[in-house]
């Protein structure tokens, strides 16, 4: 099994930066992709970005684009989500998921089903 724990949530106005990190434990020989997901109250979980274990590839929501980064340290089982720019819209309770598989469902990176593996969340609060 792998544990994911999220961490570097906040509360930041409008134009700030927050780092997050998800650290993998337990088998993470296992992880292929790992991305991040938000939840804003009262919407639906989406895809923030996601990144390979073993390749450089990663892709990003629209919303996201220019402004986050994902980012991997293998070494240190860690995935990083450096948000920039930060806006109202981006005040969500943000989860990093992990999944053994590589193969993307029509292309979809983001598709809830293909992760085993889920943390807790952190909150990011951005205010005006």
């Known amino acids: 099994a792998v544990k994911l724990v999220e961490s570097g949530g906040g509360s930041v106005q409008a134009g700030g930066s927050l780092r997050l990190s998800c650290v993998a434990s337990?088998?993470?020989?296992?992880?292929?992709?790992t991305t991040w997901f938000r939840q804003a109250p009262g919407k639906e979980r989406e895809g923030v970005a996601t990144?390979?274990?073993?390749?450089?590839?990663?892709y990003y929501a629209d919303a996201v684009q220019g402004r986050f980064t994902i980012s991997r340290d293998n070494a240190k089982n860690t995935v990083y989500l450096q948000m920039n720019s930060l806006k109202p819209e981006d005040t969500a309770t943000y989860y990093c998921?992990?999944?053994?598989?590589?193969?993307?469902?029509?292309?979809?990176?983001?598709?809830?089903?293909?992760?085993?593996?889920w943390g807790q969340g952190t909150q990011v609060t951005v205010s005006s």
């Open positions: 990144v390979y274990s073993s390749h450089a590839t990663t």
């Open positions: 337990g088998d993470t020989g296992n992880i292929r992709r």
């Open positions: 998921a992990a999944t053994p598989t590589t193969a993307l469902y029509m292309g979809h990176w983001a598709r809830e089903s293909d992760f085993n593996y």
